[in-house]
Protein backbone atom coordinates (compact mmCIF):
# COMPACT_ATOMS: atom_id res chain seq x y z
CA UNK A 1 0.00 0.00 0.00
CA UNK A 2 1.53 3.54 -0.77
CA UNK A 3 0.15 7.01 0.05
CA UNK A 4 1.28 10.18 -2.24
CA UNK A 5 0.09 14.01 -1.47
CA UNK A 6 0.33 17.37 -0.71
CA UNK A 7 1.73 17.94 3.16
CA UNK A 8 -0.46 19.62 5.40
CA UNK A 9 1.86 20.38 8.52
CA UNK A 10 0.91 21.08 12.62
CA UNK A 11 2.76 21.59 15.57
CA UNK A 12 3.15 20.04 18.60
CA UNK A 13 0.08 18.45 20.85
CA UNK A 14 -2.81 19.20 18.59
CA UNK A 15 -5.71 17.52 20.60
CA UNK A 16 -8.62 15.84 19.42
CA UNK A 17 -10.61 18.81 20.31
CA UNK A 18 -9.26 21.32 17.49
CA UNK A 19 -9.19 18.16 15.32
CA UNK A 20 -12.93 18.56 15.77
CA UNK A 21 -14.27 21.15 17.83
CA UNK A 22 -17.37 19.74 19.97
CA UNK A 23 -19.19 21.93 18.92
CA UNK A 24 -19.74 20.13 15.33
CA UNK A 25 -20.27 16.64 17.38
CA UNK A 26 -23.73 16.74 16.65
CA UNK A 27 -23.31 14.52 13.88
CA UNK A 28 -21.61 11.01 13.87
CA UNK A 29 -21.85 11.27 9.90
CA UNK A 30 -18.03 11.18 8.32
CA UNK A 31 -19.10 13.71 5.82
CA UNK A 32 -20.19 16.40 8.35
CA UNK A 33 -17.63 16.11 10.80
CA UNK A 34 -15.02 16.74 7.45
CA UNK A 35 -16.74 20.03 7.18
CA UNK A 36 -15.24 21.06 10.72
CA UNK A 37 -11.86 19.48 10.43
CA UNK A 38 -8.82 21.90 12.23
CA UNK A 39 -11.34 24.20 11.74
CA UNK A 40 -10.13 26.13 15.08
CA UNK A 41 -6.64 25.83 14.15
CA UNK A 42 -6.66 25.98 9.99
CA UNK A 43 -9.78 27.61 9.24
CA UNK A 44 -8.90 27.48 5.52
CA UNK A 45 -8.08 23.41 5.64
CA UNK A 46 -11.14 21.91 4.44
CA UNK A 47 -11.17 24.43 1.52
CA UNK A 48 -7.20 23.28 0.58
CA UNK A 49 -6.85 19.41 1.57
CA UNK A 50 -7.40 17.13 -1.67
CA UNK A 51 -8.26 13.76 -1.63
CA UNK A 52 -4.64 11.65 -1.04
CA UNK A 53 -3.17 14.49 0.92
CA UNK A 54 -0.81 14.14 4.03
CA UNK A 55 -0.90 15.39 7.46
CA UNK A 56 2.49 15.85 9.39
CA UNK A 57 2.64 16.78 12.91
CA UNK A 58 5.23 17.15 16.20
CA UNK A 59 4.74 15.46 19.37
CA UNK A 60 1.62 13.92 20.72
CA UNK A 61 -0.37 14.21 18.00
CA UNK A 62 -4.26 13.68 18.35
CA UNK A 63 -3.99 13.88 22.40
CA UNK A 64 -6.87 15.16 24.42
CA UNK A 65 -10.56 13.51 24.73
CA UNK A 66 -10.43 9.95 23.46
CA UNK A 67 -13.28 10.27 20.71
CA UNK A 68 -13.39 8.50 17.67
CA UNK A 69 -15.07 11.50 15.46
CA UNK A 70 -11.04 12.99 15.62
CA UNK A 71 -9.50 9.93 12.95
CA UNK A 72 -12.96 10.27 11.40
CA UNK A 73 -13.39 13.80 10.75
CA UNK A 74 -9.36 13.63 9.23
CA UNK A 75 -9.91 10.73 7.22
CA UNK A 76 -12.99 12.13 5.69
CA UNK A 77 -11.47 14.93 4.77
CA UNK A 78 -9.09 13.03 2.16
CA UNK A 79 -5.88 12.49 4.30
CA UNK A 80 -4.63 9.26 3.50
CA UNK A 81 -2.38 9.23 5.96
CA UNK A 82 -0.81 11.58 9.20
CA UNK A 83 2.82 11.46 9.93
CA UNK A 84 3.96 12.40 13.74
CA UNK A 85 6.72 12.24 15.76
CA UNK A 86 4.56 10.99 18.11
CA UNK A 87 0.67 9.87 18.86
CA UNK A 88 -1.42 9.92 21.53
CA UNK A 89 -2.01 6.56 22.35
CA UNK A 90 -5.54 6.52 22.44
CA UNK A 91 -6.09 8.45 18.74
CA UNK A 92 -3.34 6.07 17.58
CA UNK A 93 -5.76 2.71 18.10
CA UNK A 94 -8.73 4.82 17.44
CA UNK A 95 -7.27 5.97 13.90
CA UNK A 96 -5.88 2.14 13.12
CA UNK A 97 -9.72 1.09 14.52
CA UNK A 98 -11.46 3.58 11.65
CA UNK A 99 -8.70 2.87 9.17
CA UNK A 100 -6.92 5.85 8.97
CA UNK A 101 -2.94 4.91 8.53
CA UNK A 102 -0.90 6.84 10.83
CA UNK A 103 3.20 7.03 10.92
CA UNK A 104 5.44 7.49 14.10
CA UNK A 105 8.77 9.25 12.55
CA UNK A 106 10.77 11.37 14.11
CA UNK A 107 12.75 12.20 11.58
CA UNK A 108 9.99 13.05 8.74
CA UNK A 109 8.02 15.00 11.17
CA UNK A 110 10.38 17.66 11.97
CA UNK A 111 11.64 18.09 8.21
CA UNK A 112 8.29 17.81 6.22
CA UNK A 113 7.40 21.39 5.81
CA UNK A 114 4.17 22.03 4.21
CA UNK A 115 2.94 21.86 1.06
CA UNK A 116 6.13 19.23 0.77
CA UNK A 117 4.95 16.31 -1.59
CA UNK A 118 5.67 12.94 0.07
CA UNK A 119 4.70 9.47 -0.58
CA UNK A 120 4.81 6.80 1.71
CA UNK A 121 5.10 2.50 1.25
CA UNK A 122 3.33 1.22 4.37
CA UNK A 123 4.87 -2.26 3.51
CA UNK A 124 8.56 -0.92 4.74
CA UNK A 125 7.68 2.22 6.43
CA UNK A 126 9.34 4.67 3.93
CA UNK A 127 8.50 8.44 3.93
CA UNK A 128 9.80 9.77 0.85
CA UNK A 129 9.80 14.14 0.46
CA UNK A 130 9.82 14.32 -3.21
CA UNK A 131 10.12 18.71 -2.89
CA UNK A 132 13.77 18.08 -0.60
CA UNK A 133 14.19 14.29 -2.28
CA UNK A 134 14.78 12.95 0.66
CA UNK A 135 13.60 9.82 2.53
CA UNK A 136 12.78 8.76 6.14
CA UNK A 137 12.76 5.16 7.72
CA UNK A 138 9.02 5.32 9.85
CA UNK A 139 7.16 2.50 11.57
CA UNK A 140 5.91 -0.21 9.00
CA UNK A 141 2.87 -1.39 9.62
CA UNK A 142 2.52 -5.01 10.99
CA UNK A 143 0.86 -7.07 8.05
CA UNK A 144 -2.34 -7.47 10.53
CA UNK A 145 -2.96 -3.74 10.41
CA UNK A 146 -2.43 -3.33 6.92
CA UNK A 147 -5.39 -5.56 7.05
CA UNK A 148 -7.97 -3.35 9.21
CA UNK A 149 -6.18 -0.81 7.08
CA UNK A 150 -7.04 -2.20 3.36
CA UNK A 151 -10.40 -3.17 5.03
CA UNK A 152 -11.22 0.63 5.91
CA UNK A 153 -11.59 -0.15 9.22
CA UNK A 154 -11.50 -2.85 12.56
CA UNK A 155 -15.26 -3.24 12.23
CA UNK A 156 -15.31 -4.23 8.46
CA UNK A 157 -12.38 -6.35 8.83
CA UNK A 158 -14.10 -8.56 11.27
CA UNK A 159 -17.07 -8.81 9.21
CA UNK A 160 -15.23 -9.48 6.15
CA UNK A 161 -13.71 -12.93 8.19
Excluded: W
Aim: proline residues 4%.
Amino acid sequence: MKACGRVHKYGDNVDTDVIIPARYLNSSDPKELAKSCMQDIDPEFVTRVKVGDIMVANKNFGCGSSREHAPIAIKASGISCVIAETFARIFYRNAINIGLPIIECPEAAMDIEAEDEVEIDFDSGMIFNKTKNRSYQGQAFPEFMQRIIKAEGLMNYINQK
